[in-house]
């Protein structure tokens, strides 16, 4: 595997969009691992749909409303964000520049973005919570063995993490075809490093392999880790409003609405089109977000129509750390928090409060 392409000093002034970032950054990075970080599940059916939902959806245009005091602010668990932007967990940013998650942090942080760090980050945990005061939450997948995760949890606690993220949508590797042709693997010096201590899981021929079985969480599991800890809980992966009820039944503090960017099951819908049953089911009860595909301010206003309190971005995140590093990423999120203001102006919405299905065609 080659090592990334050093990253630009200064952004190249034809990047004006986030498709100009991909375009920049596949160039870039090595082909294996951009065949890891662009690829989906099997057919990249769902892969393909989380974009072309969004681009079929229509807004309605509003015109000459009053706009005194228009922001983008909301409020989650108890912390008011600058806007509704959060970068989503992604593992091993070291894959795209040398600084991984530290780098990452920093751009969230300049554009006042939430950042969910991936437990498998290729940085200690630790040093990105210290990198920045800006506001971070920490993924988590459970297993059935829990003093593992209880220490992880413990670390992500003290590190200062204000909120959990479990994500249940990949109990298993999808069925990663394009990885699997470019023959992906790790490079030297990224590893998730969090992981250390971890017991290993067994090597299975079949996920039907009852030792494999035997690792897989269920919902006693979630009812486990929020007696563990003070923190709020989310659950990530969920399309189905029959398991978000569950999830709120549960106790949970959170959902996100998220076919894993098209990486775990195939032929799932996109993510904009499973948002609104779920949005209904939970009823404002706890805050729902959404992730997938959100390239655009206007895919940010529709998301938000349709129901989601915040949205999370993935790959355009790792295409600004390849192509600029910290300043790739902070660039990428104003690109979207501009686009997200414009979008708002022209649909008469004010605030992320007045944004419903008015806004919708
Ligand atoms: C390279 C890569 C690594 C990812 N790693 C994780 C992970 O460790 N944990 C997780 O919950 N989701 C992971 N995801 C999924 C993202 O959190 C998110 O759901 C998805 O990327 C959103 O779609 P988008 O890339 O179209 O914005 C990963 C996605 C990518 C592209």
Redesign the pocket.
């Known amino acids: 595997m080659s090592a990334p392409t050093p990253p630009y000093d200064r952004i190249p002034p034809e990047i004006v969009s986030l498709d100009d970032y991909e375009a920049f950054a596949r160039g870039r990075m090595d082909p294996a691992a951009w065949a890891?970080?662009a690829g989906g599940a099997a057919d990249e059916l769902t892969l393909r749909a989380?974009r072309e939902a969004y681009g079929r959806i229509r807004l309605r245009p509003r015109v000459l409303g009053d706009f005194r005091g228009a922001n983008t602010r909301v409020e989650l668990f108890g912390r008011t964000f600058a806007h509704p932007l959060l970068v989503?967990?992604?593992?091993f940013h070291r894959l795209a520049h040398p600084q991984g998650e530290i780098a990452t942090a920093f751009g969230a942080a300049a554009l006042e973005a939430g950042m969910v760090v991936?437990?498998?980050a290729s940085v200690a945990l630790e040093e990105i919570a210290a990198a920045t005061a800006g506001p971070k939450w920490f993924?988590l997948y459970l297993y059935a063995e829990r003093s593992f995760t209880e220490s992880l949890v413990r670390r992500a606690e003290a590190a200062g993490y204000e909120a959990l993220v479990v994500?249940v949508d990949a109990p298993v590797h999808g069925v990663r075809n394009r990885e699997q042709r470019a023959g992906f693997r790790l490079p030297a010096g990224v590893e998730p490093v969090n992981l250390r201590e971890m017991p290993p899981l067994p090597v299975c021929e079949s996920p039907f392999d009852p030792a494999y079985l035997a690792t897989l969480p269920g919902w006693d599991s979630l009812a486990w880790l929020k007696s563990i800890t003070r923190l709020p809980v989310l659950l990530?992966g969920v399309l189905c409003a029959d398991d978000a009820a569950r999830a709120v039944a549960e106790g949970l503090d959170g959902v996100i609405v998220?076919n894993?960017?098209g990486?775990t099951l195939d032929t799932l819908p996109a993510a904009i089109d499973a948002l609104p049953r779920v949005a209904e089911r939970v009823a404002g009860r706890v805050p729902v977000l959404c992730?997938?595909?959100?390239r655009r301010g206007t895919d940010v206003l529709k998301a938000l129509a349709l129901g989601a309190d915040a949205v999370?971005?993935?790959?355009?995140v790792?295409h600004g750390l390849s192509v600029a590093g910290a300043t790739g990423v902070a660039h990428v999120l104003k690109i979207l928090r501009t686009e997200l203001e414009v979008a708002m102006l022209l649909a008469g919405c004010p605030t992320i409060g007045t944004i419903d299905r008015r806004v919708l065609w």
């Open positions: 890891y970080l989380n989503a967990p992604m593992a991936s437990m498998q993924q994500t990530k998220s894993h960017g990486r992730d997938g595909g959100i999370l971005l993935g790959r355009p790792f």
